[in-house]
C-alpha cells in the first residue's frame, strides 16, 4: 500500500518496514560493520559493491536505513540522517552550513548545547552566533548579517516554552539566502512538520518523544532536498556520528507508539497544567495548550496538539523549586524528557547549567523554574504527587 495515503498512526506503525523475505513482522538488526562485496567468485566484478548497496555501517546500514525512511516519510522530507545523538544531530548541522567566519541566528531559549558548541567550540574557527528572543520574528530580521548562513529555530523550546512562527522564520531565512533548521524534539512529527511550513532541515533528539522509553541516546536530521541532504551526510559520516544498528531497532520499536503516548501524555499534561495554574504556590505556568500561554494561538495554527511538555515557576523560586524536587515520588528526578515515565528537572542546576544565568533570564527563565515532562502514568497519580510535594514547600 503507497504509504502517502496512510494517515499517522498507519505510518508510524508501518514506516520503513519491508519484506524481506524471511517473514519477519519486524525490521531485523544488522548488527555487522562492513558488508561484503560481491567479487569474480561469488560471480560479480570486483567491487560491485561501490554501485550501490551498502559498504560500511558508518556509511549507511538496513537497520538505521528504515528509521531513516520512517522519519522522513513522518516529516515529509526527501530522506533522513539518523545520528548517535541529538547533539550528533545538531552538530552536523553547523558543522555542514557555518563556514569560517560566518554567522548564523538561533533561538536563546534553545537547549544549552545547542548554543554552548557554536558559542564556545565553532567561535574558535571565527564562527559568530546571535541567540535572540525568535517569538518574535523581527528579532531575527534584525539579526541577520550578510555573511548569515543559518537560522536555527527551536520551537517549541527547551525549557522556556516559547513557540516560534515557522513559516515567518523560514521566509526572513530565505529572503536572505540563508537556511532555516528547526529542532522538533519537544513536538515530535505527530505534531509538528516544519518542513511544510518552509524549513529546510528538521532534526531531532530521538532520545525523547520518537523513543520515547529513556533507554536510548539518537538523534536524527530531515532534509528538505537531496542536495542539503547529501551535504548533511558527507559531513556526518565524516565527524562519524552514526547511529548504530541496535540503537536504531530500539527507536524503530518506539517509534510505532508514538501516537498513542503523545496522545496520552498530553491530556494528562493539560490536566496538570491546569490543575498546577490553580495553586496557590505556582507563580505561573507555562504549557501551550492554555490560553494564558503567550504563543497558544500561533501554536493551535502551527501544531495539531499541545504536547507533553510544560513548566513552571514557583512564588517561593529557587529554594522551592530544590524542595519541590526533593519530594515528588512518582515523577522521577532526571534530565531528559519524553519517555512514558514522568520526569522533573531544574534546568538551572542541571541542563542549562552551561549557560550564565544572564543569558538563561535572557532566554526567557529564571533560577526558580521547573521542568516537568509528562508520561503516560495516570494524570490522577502525578497530581496527587504534586500536592503532597506542593505541601513541603
Ligand atoms: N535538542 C533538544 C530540544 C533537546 O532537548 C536535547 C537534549 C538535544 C537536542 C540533544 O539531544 P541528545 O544529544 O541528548 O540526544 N535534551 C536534554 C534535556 O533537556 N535533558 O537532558 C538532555
Not at 571565527?126 to 527551536?154: Q, S
Amino acid at each position: 500500500m503507497k504509504s502517502a495515503k496512510l494517515g499517522m498512526n498507519s505510518k508510524l506503525v508501518h514506516g520503513g518496514h519491508h519484506p524481506d523475505g524471511s517473514g519477519a513482522v519486524t525490521v531485523p538488526i544488522y548488527q555487522t560493520s562492513t558488508f561484503q562485496f560481491k567479487n569474480a567468485a561469488h560471480g560479480a566484478s570486483l567491487f560491485a559493491g561501490e554501485e550501490g548497496g551498502y559498504i560500511y555501517t558508518r556509511l549507511g546500514n538496513p537497520t538505521v536505513h528504515a528509521l531513516e525512511e520512517a522519519v522522513a516519510e513522518l516529516e515529509g522530507g526527501v530522506g533522513a540522517i539518523a545520528t548517535a545523538s541529538g547533539m550528533g544531530a545538531v552538530s552536523t548541522v553547523y558543522m555542514t552550513l557555518l563556514d569560517e567566519g560566518s554567522h548564523m541566528v538561533g533561538t536563546a531559549s534553545v537547549y544549552g548545547p545547542s548554543r554552548v558548541f557554536v558559542e564556545k567550540h565553532l567561535s574558535r574557527f571565527g564562527v559568530e552566533a546571535t541567540f535572540v528572543d525568535t517569538t518574535n520574528v523581527d528579532n531575527i530580521r534584525n539579526a541577520m548579517r550578510p555573511h548569515t548562513k543559518l537560522v536555527y529555530v527551536e520551537s517549541p523550546s527547551n525549557p522556556a516554552m516559547q513557540v516560534t512562527d515557522i513559516a515567518a522564520a523560514a521566509q526572513v531565512a530565505h529572503e536572505h539566502g540563508c537556511l532555516l533548521a528547526v529542532d522538533n524534539t519537544f513536538a515530535s512529527p505527530y505534531l509538528q512538520q516544519p518542513l511544510a511550513l518552509g524549513a529546510d532541515i528538521v532534526l531531532h533528539s530521538v532520545t525523547k518523544f520518537i523513543n520515547g522509553h529513556a533507554d536510548v541516546v539518537g538523534g536524527i536530521l530531515v532534509a528538505r532536498d537531496k542536495e542539503i541532504l547529501g551535504r548533511l551526510h558527507d559531513v556526518m559520516i565524516n565527524l562519524g556520528s552514526n547511529m548504530d544498528p541496535h540503537q536504531a531497532y530500539l527507536v524503530l520499536r518506539g517509534l510505532r507508539t508514538l501516537g498513542i503516548r503523545v496522545e496520552r501524555a498530553q491530556q494528562g499534561a493539560e490536566k496538570i497544567a491546569r490543575w498546577l495554574e490553580a495553586h496557590p504556590k505556582v507563580a505561573s505556568v507555562r504549557y501551550i495548550g492554555l490560553s494564558s500561554h503567550p504563543q497558544h494561538d500561533l501554536a493551535s495554527r502551527q501544531m495539531s496538539g499541545f504536547g507533553a511538555m510544560l513548566a513552571f515557576e514557583l512564588k517561593g523560586g529557587l529554594d522551592a523549586g530544590r524542595t519541590l524536587m526533593d519530594s515528588v515520588r512518582l515523577a522521577t528526578l532526571a534530565v531528559s524528557l519524553g519517555g512514558v515515565e514522568t520526569l522533573i528537572e531544574h534546568p538551572a542546576s542541571m541542563t542549562h547549567a552551561g549557560m550564565s544565568r544572564e543569558d538563561r533570564e535572557a532566554a526567557g527563565f529564571s533560577d526558580g523554574l521547573v521542568r516537568y515532562s509528562v508520561g503516560i502514568e495516570d494524570a490522577d497519580d502525578l497530581i496527587a504527587d504534586l500536592d503532597q510535594a506542593l505541601a513541603e514547600v
